[in-house]
């Protein structure tokens, strides 16, 4: 049986499609995708420690207060496949002493069976192009038991089990909200982002939602122009976020009922250990019980 090659083009599904313009070099569809660290703290990329020690040179503690050199991280996060221009999702219950902006986790001497990410989040779906990509984290509504998670672990020896988040009790009363972030691509550099907010406990609760774009520090310690991020009113309220990079070219994030629109210009704060590196839309979601 022979089969035309015209024929077995429309044989192709949209994805086997969006493959071969990519392996052909016609569309670059892997261009962008789930290409964010998820931890990069405490990891031999960050290693600047005169001994060598990668794990204590750099705690999450730091993260949001010193700038990285060879990476970014976030969670649900995309970038470019150079990692220069980044998003992701950053939340706060209006209980937490910071805003979860990355995935907490222990240092190697902090955990009892060493380093380790004390978090629960799902990667549900992802196409070969990331044409669709779907991620779970679970955030409780209660304060996050950043200390009594580092005193317990720290405490115990290797022969003892984990203490995990779930050991901590936070999830007891459901009180904790499931959120979902979708990507679809309609072409390699145009992604639509949704964030959908589940509350599974029996009590209305707050949340802000901050969707966060942001560049990898790439011009501190080279020659390289520092790109730049500003606002673009729009129609009807909304807003568009325009982030500009001489390698990399013009983007637009656009923001539907965000509540305010908040910039910085952080790189490493040396004088203080609770300021966030965050240019971001804020959604304040009101939860209402399921």
Not at 46 to 61: I, L, Q, V
Request: hydrophobic content about 35%; some cysteine; aromatic content about 10%.
């Amino acid at each position: 049986m022979v089969v035309s090659q015209a024929h077995a083009s429309e044989a192709l599904s949209p994805e086997q499609q969006r493959l071969a313009e990519a392996d052909q070099g016609q569309k670059p569809w892997r261009a962008w995708g789930p290409y964010l660290s998820e931890r990069q703290w405490g990891t031999v990329r960050e290693d600047d420690s005169p001994d060598g020690d990668a794990w204590e040179s750099f705690s999450h503690d730091q993260a949001r207060s010193r700038t990285y050199q060879w990476g970014e991280d976030g969670q649900a996060g995309i970038s470019d496949d150079r990692q220069l221009l980044c998003f992701a999702l950053a939340l706060w219950n209006g209980k937490d002493p910071i805003i979860k902006e990355r995935l907490f986790g222990l240092t190697n001497s902090e955990g009892n069976h060493g380093e380790d990410v004390k978090e629960y989040y799902y990667y549900l779906d992802s196409t070969p192009t990331h044409s669709y990509m779907r991620y779970l984290y679970k955030y409780p509504l209660n304060a996050f038991p950043y200390e009594d998670l580092v005193a317990v672990n720290k405490a115990r020896s290797r022969h003892e089990s984990e203490y995990e988040l779930i050991d901590t009790g936070i999830f007891d009363k459901n009180e904790y909200c499931d959120v979902e972030v979708e990507y679809a691509k309609a072409n390699p550099e145009d992604l639509l982002i949704q964030i959908t907010v589940h509350n599974r406990s029996d009590q209305a609760a707050s949340l802000a939602v901050l969707p966060t774009l942001w560049f990898r520090n790439s011009w501190e310690q080279g020659d390289n122009a520092k790109p730049f991020i500003k606002v673009q009113p729009g129609e009807s309220g909304a807003a568009s976020i325009h982030a500009t990079h001489p390698g990399l070219g013009d983007f637009a994030l656009h923001c539907k009922d965000a509540d305010e629109l908040v910039f910085t210009d952080n790189e490493t704060n040396t004088k203080s250990s609770t300021t966030s590196q965050i240019n971001l839309p804020i959604l304040n979601v009101a939860l209402t019980a399921t």
